[in-house]
């Protein structure tokens, strides 16, 4: 621009301020729909993206049980909602994005009309004026080719803001000093369901485990059997301490489980899956990986 106005400054200024103007407030508010956008998608993904993660995992017996067609129903009608409410929101996303890719050509045309009579009025050379066009006309589309990449740049927030804030919900129990922690226990204890009762925190309408009661004496091998969604899982999910009850208690030795610090009572406790992940390195390396001070 500084060059353009030092070549020739009627010519010059005409584009800065009559053609880049516009095409970067297009960009900008185009940049700033997308955002919230993306930001509004993410959300009411986060549903349809849960219930294809749980039939993923469970792909053995939603076979088994031939719902199938039932998942992908489900799966269908939860993005159905998503599209009839993005509807709106797309149509003037895309009306900027379209003003913002052919702001350009009206540079372009404006930068030839008033160009093209001053040289018919003898004021500026053919140097001058394509030396004024090609500085001015350049440096817009550079900001229109950066403006070409909002809808990585897009992704690329909502991904980070998703990771820092599944970084940032960290139990505060966890980052408790664990150097009292009482090493003389034994491994083995009685553990008793006393009247557990539990609700998912996204699903607090529907009750998992209703008033369940057991005994598991130390050392004796127990299955929990159960069609599926019977809360086999979210029993384990609760001896994990990955969760709390909504109401009753996990007692061990007749103390309640959620009075013990949450590091030093997951170090007591062990969990192997039916299909377990293994990181790349030896079966000592993904075992140490749970015990941050070997």
């Known amino acids: 621009c500084i060059l353009a106005i030092a070549v020739g400054w009627k010519l010059g200024l005409v584009l800065t301020f009559g053609a880049l103007p516009p095409l970067l407030t297009a960009g900008y508010l185009r940049i700033r729909l997308e955002f919230k956008l993306d930001a509004h998608n ?24 031939a719902l199938e067609r039932q998942v992908v129903d489900r799966f269908k009608e939860s ?29 372009m045309a404006l ?10 009025f003898g004021e ?12 001015i006309i350049f440096s817009g589309e550079a900001a229109a080719m950066f403006f070409q990449f909002t809808t990585s740049l897009t992704k ?16 505060q129990d966890m980052r408790e000093d664990n150097s009292q922690d009482d090493t003389s226990e034994k491994n083995a204890a009685a553990i008793e369901f006393r009247d ?5 925190p996204r699903r607090p309408g529907l ?33 994990e301490r990955f969760y709390d009850p909504v109401t009753g208690a996990i007692m061990l030795d007749g103390i309640p489980s959620t009075t013990k610090p949450l590091r030093q009572y997951r170090a007591s ?25 070997s």
Request: with cysteine; aromatic share 12%.
């Open 42 to 65: 993410s959300e009411r993904f986060a549903e349809s993206a849960g219930l294809a993660t749980e039939a993923t995992m469970a792909i053995r017996t939603v076979a088994s049980l």
């Open 79 to 107: 993005l159905r909602g998503i599209a009839e409410r993005s509807i709106k929101s797309l149509g003037w996303n895309m009306f900027w994005y379209a003003l913002s890719q052919s702001i350009s050509f009206l540079a």
């Open 111 to 120: 930068g030839f009309w008033y160009g093209g009579r001053l040289m018919s």
């Open 124 to 135: 500026y050379s053919s140097i001058q004026f394509y030396t004024v066009f090609i500085a």
């Open 156 to 171: 690329a927030r909502s991904s980070i803001n998703y990771v820092l804030s599944v970084r940032s919900q960290v139990n």
């Open 196 to 200: 557990l009762r539990f609700s998912y």
């Open 207 to 239: 009750q998992v485990l209703k008033g369940i009661n057991a005994n598991i004496k130390p050392g004796s091998f127990v299955a929990f059997v159960g069609p599926s969604g019977c809360g086999k899982s979210t029993m384990i999910a609760l001896l």
């Open 269 to 293: 406790v062990a969990l192997v899956q039916q299909e377990p992940v293994l990181y790349q390195g030896t079966i000592g390396d993904n075992i140490a990986l749970g015990y941050p001070s």
